[in-house]
């Protein structure tokens, strides 16, 4: 209790000394999605990056720790042109060489640089423009992660379900073509990779074959920014391993965000997990993020419900995440900010679901985390 | 979407489609691979060793799937992922052994020359639910009778009962502090504890490594070469001795050098002069592709009848258990380090074997012991012998289980919990003073997880039938 309640005044001290920021905050993360430069972003090198780092105090029966982490890093070079319309980008994350329980690390487990995204792309246009085609190629963003990463903007505090629950990878080596309709109001995406990830091997000799269908049905504009409705499926053929296990998944998003508010739902379900391809596993998680006085005060709550086995009668692990979060002003010249955060996240396992069967205690915990997230763009 | 699935079923290269209708077979053969790749990247034909190796004989696939085990244990939707009425979360952050299985019960001579039996292979060592290692253990005894066939009059049921048995009752008497004679002392190690000890003490004295693993020539002794044992499954190597590149004699010389520095005590300037290297194959099961050095050192004098084998083994990570969320999991620094402490402080004497150390070299770490015969494993295949002929019966089986169960309490007691606080008196207040359910939940779980090893043995024979590279990069 005395480690929780100096967590907490820390957080709160953090809120309170933190200065006005007086930027607004446009939505970012557009490179992040896709380097096909939408018309209202510049041709030229971009730098992009996000940091997040932060302190943690965690409170179990299992015993309690604190620990600093850092939660993301990653630095991205975009080249992107418009004769032709082409785009190169080529994107580093900061991750630890070593699984936390393992000895085998660089250095011991220190941090190294890898290569999370490396991919070309170029768009054509059809008749008036009204079409537009996309192609990627190399180390690319999976589909699905990216668009309900879109306007998420709580990447410090989790990666969304798609990426944190297991369902999918960040980034594959593949191919993909997307096609927009109506000024991107609809968007096809059909992609192909290989399956496991970016960082494994490929031992599975099988593609998994991605299509997704994304809808923008309304783009409102109020309290000084646009709003974005967007609703996404997406269908995955998929497996992996040398055993070829299944790996289907099928996801879906409802997200309404703008620059001070956003609320989604996220879903995923998956047809083989872990490499055993009998088990099913079903994720939900719903979010919502606000300023309540812009730029000074902001809130944030995730809801994740995970059922890891649907074969077992109580397999289901639940974490709720509730927060604060105040923002500082980014540097001239740079699109971007530098946000304090202060959360509680709660972890839940029934009795099936953690790994000591039998025993949630075992495996419930809460947590207590104040960080610091640095993101912007630069050209 | 099935015209998907048909797409991506035209794309595959190699073998696996057969696999896709068998959920199990394709896990299998997905987690092998993965658990084997650095190995199959670095020499593919140790790989395909051991895979052989493992198929000859459920007991060695029992082995080599010790990962598997671990997975099936602690992952939603495991084979292996059964409740417990006898665990809480001060039991999730034991000491374990790791890897506790009949084959890894083996004899031990300290300084003082009193041998005893206890458990001899820790590479698996790390914190985790105290249960897991008796389940192993209770597994491992059950699949071991599986190759009795209809030989003897050994109860199965009751072999498996007495490992948890012995275990709870351990644990319970010393969580009170009750005196106990320990299980390694020789006058409790049964029938077939006896025969290990009387053979260690015949080998060890008659120092019948050296007759194994050297020759003499002129004043010198050097390490031998070449087969040493023939192969009894074919491709599969049984013991050899390889000589050793120039490069690699220096790697080793240098691991030698630093592995000093570890041991519990010094040994005189020149005890480890190195007269010779060679590598050692066909070892093991799970480690069949590791790398290990046989390195012959001058020892106490300069004559050659005192020479001293070392054996300098590669050591990975642990077995992973995901979802084991534990503070501080990263007790070591390096996995020699791990598997070195663990075994002195696992073990009912510190001193076991006054040569254990470790050594690294850039990310590789390795085990340094002593190579004698005082250090003598029991094995399945005697037992097969022993009980075909009646010179072993059931009782001395159920002996020999009681006696493992016994060991592993011990040695989960003798290390305080990943955090603090002890062990035994943690498992104890789980344990709620019931042995005789703790036993039966015990022996449900090994008999349920012996028809899994069994079914996937068959399973994986299957596999490497078909296409023995399809577990290949």
């Known amino acids: ?379 | 979407m099935a015209s998907l699935a048909a797409l991506t079923a035209c794309l595959p290269l190699a073998a696996g489609c057969d696999e896709a209708s068998d959920p199990r077979a394709a896990w299998l053969a997905g987690t092998l691979a993965e658990d084997n790749l650095p190995f199959a990247l670095r020499e593919p034909a140790s790989v395909l060793g051991k895979y052989r190796k493992m198929a000859a004989d459920p007991y060695a696939f029992f082995r080599g799937t010790a990962a598997q085990f671990a997975r099936d244990a602690v992952e939603p939707g495991g084979a292996g992922h059964f409740k417990t009425a006898y665990a809480t979360a001060d039991t999730a952050s034991v000491l374990l052994v790791g890897d506790p299985h009949p084959e890894n019960i083996g004899t031990f001579r300290p300084p003082d020359g009193a041998l005893f039996v206890d458990f001899n292979d820790y590479d698996a060592a790390r914190y985790g639910p105290y249960h897991l290692d008796v389940r192993r253990l209770a597994t491992g005894f059950l699949v071991a009778c599986e190759g009795l066939g209809a030989r003897g009059d050994v109860d199965r049921d009751e072999v498996a009962l007495a490992v948890g048995r012995a275990y709870a009752e351990t644990i319970l008497a010393l969580a009170v502090g009750e005196p106990l004679p320990s299980a390694a002392a020789e006058a409790d190690a049964g029938r077939i504890g006896h025969r290990l000890l009387k053979k260690a003490r015949e080998d060890g004295q008659a120092r019948e490594e050296l007759d194994d693993y050297t020759l003499v020539a002129g004043n010198g002794r050097a390490l031998a070469d070449g087969v040493l044992e023939p192969p009894t499954v074919p491709g599969v190597v049984e013991d050899e001795l390889a000589p050793v590149t120039a490069e690699t004699r220096a790697f080793v010389d240098g691991l030698v050098a630093r592995y000093q520095a570890s041991l519990a005590a010094p040994r005189p300037a020149g005890f480890f002069r190195v007269k010779d290297v060679r590598r050692r194959l066909g070892a093991g099961v799970a480690s069949y592709p590791l790398w290990r050095f046989y390195v012959l050192v001058e020892g106490e004098g300069d004559g050659p009848d005192d020479d001293v084998i070392l054996e300098v083994k590669e050591v990975w990570d642990p077995l992973a258990l995901a979802g084991l969320d534990l503070p501080r999991a990263r007790a070591w620094g390096d996995n020699g380090e791990r598997v070195v402490t663990a075994q002195r402080t696992l073990q009912g004497r510190a001193d076991a074997d006054p040569l254990l150390g470790w050594a690294t070299a850039g990310a590789h770490a390795f085990r340094v012991r002593e190579r004698t015969k005082f250090q003598r494993g029991f094995g399945v295949d005697e037992l097969r012998e022993k009980v075909a002929a009646r010179d072993w019966r059931g009782a001395d089986v159920v002996a020999f289980a009681r006696l493992a169960g016994r060991l592993l309490a011990e040695a989960h007691a003798r290390a305080p919990r990943l955090g603090g606080g002890d062990a035994a008196t943690a498992i104890a207040a789980a344990l709620h003073g019931d042995a005789a359910g703790f036993a039966r939940e015990t022996a449900a779980f090994a008999a349920v997880y012996r028809d899994q090893v069994l079914a996937d043995h068959e399973r994986f024979r299957d596999l490497l039938a078909r296409d023995e590279h399809a577990l290949l990069p």
């Open chain 1, 1 to 379: 209790m005395p480690k929780l309640l100096a967590a907490l005044a820390l957080g709160a001290a953090a809120l309170l000394l933190a200065p006005r920021a007086d930027a607004a905050w446009p939505p970012l993360p557009w490179l992040v999605r896709d380097a096909a430069a939408p018309a209202d972003h510049d041709a030229g090198l971009w730098v992009y990056g996000q940091v997040a780092a932060g302190f943690s105090g965690r409170f179990a029966d299992a015993g309690d720790a604190s620990r600093f982490d850092l939660g993301r890093a990653e630095v991205g070079l975009a080249w992107l042109g418009d004769a032709p319309d082409a785009g190169l980008v080529l994107q580093l994350d900061g991750v630890r060489s070593a699984d936390p329980e393992s000895l085998l690390g660089v250095d011991g487990n220190a941090l190294v640089l890898t290569l999370s995204r490396a991919f070309g792309v170029v768009r054509g246009r059809l008749g008036d423009g009204a079409v537009t085609v996309t192609g990627r190629l190399g180390i690319v963003p999976d589909p699905f992660v990216a668009a309900a990463e879109e306007g998420y903007d709580l990447r410090a505090v989790a990666s969304v379900l798609a990426d944190s629950g297991g369902f999918f990878d960040r980034a594959d080596l593949g191919a993909g073509v997307r096609v927009g309709l109506l000024d991107d109001a609809v968007t096809l995406d059909l992609a192909a990779m290989n399956g496991e990830g970016a960082s494994q091997l490929e031992l599975d000799d099988r593609l998994n074959v991605h299509a997704q269908l994304e809808v923008v049905p309304w783009r409102p504009r109020f309290l000084g920014g646009e709003g974005r409705l967007a609703l996404v499926a997406a269908y995955r053929d998929g497996t992996r391993g040398a055993g070829g296990a299944r790996d289907d998944r099928f996801a879906a998003a409802v997200t309404f965000t703008h620059p001070r508010l956003g609320v989604g739902v996220e879903t995923a379900l998956a047809w083989g997990f872990a490499q055993r391809g009998d088990r099913d596993a079903l994720g939900v998680a719903a979010w919502v993020r606000g300023e309540i006085v812009p730029r000074y005060l902001g809130l944030y709550a995730r809801y994740d419900w995970e059922d890891l086995d649907r074969a077992a009668d109580d397999a289901v692990a639940t974490r709720l995440h509730v927060g604060v979060t105040t923002d500082l002003p980014a540097p001239d010249g740079v699109l971007g900010r530098l946000r304090v955060f202060v959360g509680y996240r709660a972890e839940r396992f029934g009795g099936s679901a953690g790994a000591v069967p039998g025993v949630t205690a075992a495996s419930d915990a809460d947590v207590v985390l104040v960080g610091i997230e640095a993101v912007g763009v630069a050209r």
